[in-house]
């Protein structure tokens, strides 16, 4: 069975642009949750999205937003760049109901 | 406020050192404990935990959970340099917080 996939894997902006990541779950998976990693933060949640609606969200600005499409795949846009959105941003997939998420290998972004 | 606190936040040993790498817990509502290893981009699943007292085993790697003092440790005997990692431990709630997991920083561990 493939992993969670997302694309792209690296990405370079400069402050001010917007950008859209993509994350496609593990087939049959339809709970999708999005992960900001920073070295001084750690992993901190953003959203997680089910059944395309926004269940939960973590402590970020409403530029970054997101969305889940019918076949579960789900994307988030980041508006507006700043220095500070530099990160890994990683995607997980888990089963409904199920505790355990799986990660995608993260789309690395840099804002200059 | 929820939060997850690792301990040590790195630790360097020699192959075939057994290690305990540990994970203290403050959050409402506790519904399970995961245990992740991050290489290079994607953290990895290694075990959920969700009941007291009971070990899980994988290989060389087993963990353990104690709900009454709100920590759980994750042990690695005869350690080898493919462990070398980054160690993450996270706590998902019940009720309303479908889909997040609240990461500890992590303890980086390397096997030299």
């Known amino acids: 069975k493939a992993g969670v996939t997302q694309t792209p894997r690296y990405l370079i902006k400069t402050r001010g642009q917007q950008v859209t990541l993509s994350c496609s779950p593990i087939?049959?998976?339809?709970?999708v949750s999005w992960y900001q990693q920073t070295p001084g933060q750690g992993l901190q949640f953003l959203f997680e999205?089910?059944?395309?609606?926004?269940?939960n969200k973590g402590n970020f600005p409403g530029r970054f937003s997101g969305r889940q499409f019918s076949n579960s795949r789900s994307e988030m846009n980041v508006s507006t760049l700043e220095l500070g959105d530099s990160a890994l941003y990683l995607c997980?997939?888990?089963?409904?109901?199920?505790?355990?998420?799986?990660f995608g290998p993260g789309t690395r972004l840099t804002v200059t | 406020e929820d939060k997850v606190v690792q301990s040590p936040l790195s630790l360097v040993v020699h192959e075939g050192d057994t290690v305990t790498l540990n994970c203290s817990y403050e959050?409402?509502?506790?519904?399970?404990l995961l245990w992740y290893k991050q290489e290079k981009k994607a953290p990895t699943f290694l075990f959920m935990l969700?009941?007291?007292?009971i070990e899980k085993k994988s290989g060389r790697l087993s963990s353990i959970l104690d709900k009454k003092e709100l920590f759980s440790i994750l042990n690695i005997t005869a350690t080898q340099t493919g462990d070398s990692a980054v160690y993450l431990c996270?706590?998902?709630?019940?009720?309303?917080?479908?889909?997040?997991?609240?990461f500890g920083k992590g303890t980086k561990l390397s096997v030299k």
């Open positions: 969700t009941s007291s007292g």
């Open positions: 999205y089910f059944s395309e609606t926004q269940r």
């Open positions: 959050v409402t509502n506790f519904r399970s």
């Open positions: 087939s049959g998976h339809r709970s």
């Open positions: 996270a706590v998902e709630a019940e009720g309303g917080s479908q889909g997040n997991l609240i």
């Open positions: 997980a997939s888990s089963l409904v109901g199920a505790h355990e998420q799986y």
